[in-house]
């Protein structure tokens, strides 16, 4: 029901900052949240924010202050975006966009993801 296209990863120094866009193509029923998830190398994907339908915002505590989640709705296309500042080390994992729909239908959607590496 939602195809998900994720850009903006990259390569970035300590303490800089990147953006990255999710373009969710939606036919039937729409999701209530989405989000961004990033899993690091030996790792578990872990949340790192989400919004939802209703602009409710929660971020992982690690990236409190830092990141900034946003969600522009256009026609048949959501667009999620996801301002990241002062990166660190620890900021670097592969970034994949979410989106869920809690009621039903429920469903779940993945993107294919997009790599973050912060390093000097």
């Known amino acids: 029901q939602v195809q998900l296209v994720e850009s903006g990863g990259g390569l970035v120094q300590p303490g800089g900052s990147l953006r990255l866009s999710c373009a969710a193509s939606?036919?039937?029923?729409?999701?209530?949240?989405m989000g961004w998830y990033r899993q690091a190398p030996g790792k578990q994907r872990e949340l790192v924010a989400s919004?939802?339908?209703?602009?409710?915002?929660?971020?992982a505590d690690s990236v409190k202050g830092r990141f900034t989640i946003s969600r522009d709705n256009v026609k048949n296309t959501v667009y999620l975006q996801m301002q990241m500042n002062s990166l660190k080390l620890e900021d670097t994992a592969v970034y994949y966009c979410?989106?869920?729909?809690?009621?039903?239908?429920?469903?779940?959607?993945w993107g294919q993801g997009t790599q973050v590496t912060v390093s000097s």
């Open positions: 939606i036919s039937g029923f729409s999701p209530t949240v």
């Open positions: 979410n989106a869920q729909r809690r009621v039903a239908p429920t469903f779940t959607s």
């Open positions: 919004i939802t339908t209703g602009s409710s915002i929660n971020y």
